[in-house]
């Protein structure tokens, strides 16, 4: 079956997102749809879903609002009287005849059979989504997109908190699918391994590409260079007839002020002069107001930290022997994790390995069960919330920015523009805003947070290409230092840092592993040091 979806306009909340929509998928096309953050991608996924209710399932991105639902619960919704039926047993075992002639039991072995592919335990299955680590929460609603079997399958930033693992089983899987398959993500590698056709999302128009996402970008970088040599073209053009019509005008003055007004012949050319000068300036008109050779628009925002404290410290923090069990199940056991003083951290590991626990015992969150933990009692630290969970959904993000200490009206305004929102924007309710938005409304929290050590945990999920490198721009620009959990293998070789990574319910330094002899940087290390060093030979410390 086909899928088709035209909208002129597209439009959400009143306002119009794109101009003119026009998509066309064929049977077994796998799409990936790119675009910048805001521009409608998951909206227009709740479209096209709405038209194909029937024969369509959407994998939304946001899991917020199924926190409290068993996660066996979500899934079995797709068989609603099924559902039903087994909450009634809780209270009335009567109806365990109804759950068995519905095959709700066959059902649940065949999703436990499934979570196994996506690693998954029943036990996992067992628990309320919120308590689910990042990458179990998409996991599942992975799980529940497959068990539904639909023609058409739309997925919402799929490969979100995802381990390489398990990234590599979703990649395999895709390839296998004989679904039609349609999915907002930003994410190139993922992209360039699964998609047959892109489709691109701006507020003017949608385009449809064949091929991956590297190919895609070759032809739109191509397309770029040429609009710019066009540009430069028409601006040379428009600076030429200028020039020419300065001189033509020149020419004309002095042939006037020198010609006596009854020479015919002198005054003939005194008219063609004239003429001349008259044409370029319609040439001049024409060109100027050309649509065609429009200047190619160039990204030049720019995030960046001010006002920055640098704290000299030679030990930001050190946890020993450290132990940790939920819901009786060991986490880690006599782990051991440090942050020295101008180093930065990358934390790896698979999805629900600690990584997060790890942050929430690091900002005072949550103590061991056993072990110490030497946190220097000054320092401060700004956390990007993977989950988006420090914001006030109900507020504006103007009203949460003009919350902050010392800010004012127009400094709030000011400084939500220069990171992507309008005027219209900054009014919405955040539930409103996209993820990708509400991601970046965290990072003008962080803006003013002024921290000495920076906790981003898995900080690119929703942004767009663009914002992602923009993101790690300022990253690299931070004085401070900062603690990165992210999956993503390309922002991993942008990061320099220390590369932990969690495993068997411990912490291992892999760059201490690598090279454990130590070479010109490590002594250049080694004196950085001494320059946190006070008059009686000590490093400095807190009182």
């Not at 996991?139 to 997925?155: F, G, T």
């Not at 065609?292 to 704290?311: A, G, I, K, T």
């Not at 401070?480 to 999956?487: A, L, P, R, S």
């Not at 090279?515 to 807190?542: C, P, S, W």
Request: aromatic share 8%.
């Amino acid at each position: 079956m086909s899928f088709y979806f035209v909208q002129k306009p597209f439009e959400k909340y009143g306002k119009t997102l794109i101009e003119h929509v026009n998509i066309s998928v064929e049977p077994g096309e796998h799409i990936a749809i790119v675009g910048d953050n805001g521009v409608g991608k998951t909206s227009l996924l709740n479209e096209i879903f709405k038209k194909y209710e029937d024969n369509a399932y959407l994998m939304k991105q946001d899991m917020t609002i199924y926190h409290d639902v068993i996660a066996m619960d979500y899934i079995l919704s797709l068989y609603p009287e099924c559902l039903t039926i087994k909450k009634a047993m809780q209270y009335n075992y009567e109806r365990i005849a109804d759950y068995i002639a519905l095959n709700g039991y066959e059902i649940e072995q065949q999703i436990l059979i499934k979570a196994k592919q996506f690693n998954l335990t029943e036990h996992d299955l067992d628990q309320p989504i919120g308590l689910l680590s990042g990458g179990q929460q998409t996991k599942v609603a992975l799980l529940r997109a497959v068990i539904s079997d639909k023609e058409l399958i739309l997925l919402d930033e799929p490969t979100n908190h995802l381990d390489q693992s398990m990234l590599a089983d979703l990649v395999q899987y895709m390839n296998k699918s004989k679904h039609t398959l349609m999915y907002v993500t930003h994410h190139r590698g993922f992209m360039n391994e699964t998609a047959s056709h892109i489709i691109e999302i701006t507020n003017q128009h949608t385009r449809k590409f064949i091929g991956n996402y590297n190919q895609y970008k070759e032809i739109i970088d191509l397309e770029f260079q040429t609009q710019v040599k066009a540009y430069e073209k028409h601006q040379k053009e428009i600076k030429e007839l200028e020039q020419t019509i300065s001189r033509v005008k020149e020419w004309h003055h002095t042939a006037k002020q020198s010609t006596s007004v009854r020479d015919p012949i002198e005054q003939k050319r005194l008219s063609k002069l004239a003429q001349k000068s008259k044409i370029k300036e319609t040439q001049l008109t024409q060109k100027r107001n050309d649509t065609n050779s429009e200047e190619p628009e160039m990204d030049d925002r720019h995030f960046h930290f001010s006002n920055q404290d640098v704290l000299r410290k030679r030990s930001l923090l050190r946890l020993e022997h450290f132990s940790v069990t939920m819901n009786e199940n060991p986490i880690y056991e006599n782990a051991y994790f440090e942050i020295k003083n101008g180093e930065n951290i990358l934390l790896t590991g698979p999805n629900g390995s600690g990584k997060s626990l790890l942050i929430d015992i690091i900002r005072q969150r949550l103590i061991p069960d056993t072990g110490s933990v030497h946190i220097t009692p000054s320092l401060k630290i700004g956390y990007f919330d993977q989950q988006n969970n420090n914001l006030d959904y109900d507020e504006t993000p103007l009203n949460m920015v003009l919350d902050l200490e010392g800010m004012n009206r127009s400094h709030a305004r000011t400084i939500l523009a220069s990171f992507g929102f309008n005027q219209d924007k900054i009014m919405h309710a955040i539930a409103d805003l996209s993820m990708g938005e509400k991601s970046r409304l965290q990072f003008v929290l962080l803006f003013f947070s002024n921290p000495h050590l920076l906790i981003l945990d898995e900080p690119t999920n929703y942004f767009d290409i663009a914002t992602q490198n923009l993101i790690m721009k300022m990253v690299q620009s931070f004085n401070g230092q900062v603690f990165m959990v992210t999956h993503d293998v390309y922002m991993q070789s942008q990061f320099k840092a220390t590369h932990w990574e969690v495993r068997n319910k411990q912490l291992h330094n892999l760059t201490l592993k690598q090279d454990r002899n130590l070479n010109v940087n490590d002594t250049l290390k080694l004196l950085d040091d001494y320059k946190a060093i006070d008059e009686n030979g000590h490093f400095e410390t807190d009182n």
